[in-house]
C-alpha cells in the first residue's frame, strides 16, 4: 500500500500569518490536532500541533526558575494567566510551528511510513511532491488500512 492511497488529499491548512487562536479555532473545529503550514503556491512550510501550542512557553526559554515563580503569581493572581494566555494565542503560527520535518513522497510504502512514525514518535506526516503538500497521513489511517485489508 502506497502513501497516496492512505493520504487525504484535501488537507486542512494554516499559513505561517495565521495566528495562533485561528490555528487553535481551526484544530477544534475540524476535529484535527495539526496543521500543515504552507506558503502561497502550497509548499510545506513546516506543521503547527496542539502540542505546539501547549507547549509554546517553555519554546520561549523562561528559565525554570521563572516558570516556578509565575506559578505562584498565577495562584494570587488568576487574571495573569488569562492574560498569559491571550498572549500566546495572538502570536502568529511562524512562531511555534515545528519545521524539521518529517515527509514521505507520494509512492512510500506502508513499511516506510510505520517505521517514520514509530522513529519520529508522530501522529501525521505529511505528503509531499517536491516541495508541494498533496495529503497527509495520520497514525489513525495506518490503523484503519491494516483493519480493512487484513
Not at 18 to 30: F, H, L, Q
Not at 33 to 39: A, E, K, T
Not at 77 to 98: C, F, Q, S, Y
Amino acid at each position: 500500500m502506497k502513501a497516496v492511497e492512505l493520504m487525504h488529499k484535501k488537507v486542512i491548512t494554516a499559513g505561517k500569518d495565521t495566528t495562533v487562536k485561528e490555528a487553535a479555532v481551526i484544530m477544534s473545529k475540524n476535529k484535527v490536532s495539526g496543521l500543515p503550514v504552507i506558503d502561497e503556491e502550497g509548499n510545506i512550510e513546516g506543521i503547527v500541533t496542539d502540542s505546539d501550542i501547549l507547549k509554546y512557553r517553555q519554546k520561549i526559554n523562561m528559565p525554570e526558575y521563572l516558570k516556578v515563580i509565575e506559578y505562584f503569581i498565577e495562584q494570587a493572581h488568576p487574571g495573569e494567566l488569562e492574560n498569559n494566555i491571550r498572549e500566546i494565542l495572538a502570536h502568529k503560527v511562524a512562531d511555534i510551528m515545528t519545521v524539521k520535518l518529517v515527509t514521505v513522497g507520494e509512492t512510500a510504502g506502508l513499511g516506510e511510513i510505520i517505521g517514520k512514525f514509530a522513529e519520529h514518535h508522530i501522529s501525521r506526516i505529511p505528503v509531499v511532491k517536491g516541495k508541494k503538500l498533496v495529503g497527509i497521513i495520520a497514525r489513525e489511517d495506518v490503523i484503519r488500512a491494516f483493519v480493512e485489508r487484513f
